[in-house]
């Protein structure tokens, strides 16, 4: 398990990220797209000519829909300013993110040659 503050951007404060490097990755089953509208990525300053737009993809092994991380509810309470998306807070939904995340971890390549140019 590894950890560092890092920033999605040069804009962004870094926070706190954590994963697993060095292990073999079990398959994704499962490919998330992250969707935002046209109005959410124009106050984000990325304007685009259609209604929706994609920001990220997740993989995962199981069917279920993976809560986004703490930090990231945290950063999209903040506001926009911030690099978030100004979605309030909701309380519950970020006790069952610390709830999953807490026995779950992202996974990078790390420094295995046989993924390195990955």
Do not use: H
Not at 5 to 23: H, I, M, Q, S, T
Not at 50 to 74: L, S
Request: hydrophobic share 40%; charged share 25%.
């Amino acid at each position: 398990m590894r950890s560092g503050y890092e920033a999605r951007n040069r804009e962004e404060l870094p926070v706190l990220v954590r994963w697993f490097e060095g292990v073999e990755s079990p398959r994704a089953n499962y490919l998330v797209v992250i969707l935002y509208n046209a109005e959410q990525l124009a106050r984000e300053g990325s304007p685009i000519e259609a209604d929706w737009g994609i920001v990220g993809c997740i993989y995962t092994a199981e069917p279920e829909e993976v809560p986004m991380a703490p930090i990231t509810m945290m950063r999209n309470a903040l506001g926009v300013e911030e690099g978030g998306s100004g979605v309030p807070l909701d309380k519950e939904a970020y006790r069952r993110s610390v709830e999953f995340w807490e026995n779950n971890a992202n996974w990078r390549p790390g420094s295995d040659p046989r993924i390195a140019g990955l």
